[in-house]
């Protein structure tokens, strides 16, 4: 499998519980994000990984959320206390290299899905 | 900051229309702009890339343009289909997006094809 994987595809989670996502990029991909998508808008960032150092976070990514790539390959996003404006779809992209950007694409999981009832 | 607006929202064409999705942006110093897809409950497949110093691409029944003076962009599609139906999101990669690089995107104008 040569593309980005994301675990689980669902997840439906009461209020106040926690809930933790991986996403598996493209092997030799060093670059790693995290974006979030709410029904019938365009996903926005939340935070970037270059190999296992987390370089940006936005200003969405409150502090109950967590993020980590702890070998630089895998990732995982946690989120503690869910409230129900978690409820988003969660959205993972990888890209190789980072001298040039101007011909580097990025390539998307298919997402995982959260319903905080 | 960076803003990304597409226009319509939504647009239902019959099958074989040939149609034009639009996209701008606020910010024009970018290094790309991307175009994607996006089917329903999935995620995004990259359809067309255009770097900043080109004026289009060119994939199959799709073309895109960039006018990055304006803060423009057009998707072409060329003979729609039904299994064209999706919602097309644009994004940009802004320069001053610090060292991350991150997307910017619109979103998204949800086309249906009727047969």
């Known amino acids: 499998d040569t593309g980005v994987s994301q675990d689980p595809r669902h997840k439906i989670t009461k209020r106040g519980q926690n809930v933790t996502f991986r996403c598996d990029p493209i092997s030799e991909h060093n670059r790693l994000y995290w974006y979030r998508q709410t029904l019938g808008q365009g996903p926005e960032f939340l935070t970037y990984f270059q190999n296992e150092a987390q370089l940006e976070k936005s200003r969405l990514l409150s502090d109950r959320f967590s993020a980590e790539r702890p070998k630089g390959s895998f990732s995982t996003l946690e989120i503690q206390r869910t409230e129900q404006g978690d409820s988003a779809m969660y959205l993972c992209?990888?890209?190789?290299?980072?001298?040039?950007?101007?011909?580097?694409?990025?390539?998307f999981g298919e997402g995982s899905w959260l319903t905080v009832v | 900051k960076q803003e990304v607006t597409q226009i319509p929202a939504a647009l239902s064409v019959p099958e074989g229309e040939n149609l034009v999705l639009n996209c701008s942006f606020t910010d024009s110093a970018i290094y790309n702009l991307q175009w994607f897809r996006q089917d329903p409950g999935k995620g995004l497949t990259s359809l067309l890339l255009i770097q900043s110093s080109q004026r289009e691409q060119t994939s199959g029944r799709l073309n895109a343009s960039l006018d990055k003076s304006s803060g423009r962009s057009t998707l072409y599609i060329a003979a729609s289909q039904p299994g064209d139906s999706a919602t097309y999101l644009c994004?940009?990669?802004?320069?001053?997006?610090?060292?991350?690089?991150?997307?910017?995107f619109g979103s998204g104008t949800q086309l249906t094809v009727l047969p």
């Open positions: 992209a990888s890209g190789g290299g980072f001298q040039d950007f101007s011909g580097n694409t990025i390539y």
């Open positions: 994004a940009v990669r802004d320069i001053s997006s610090g060292s991350a690089r991150q997307l910017t």
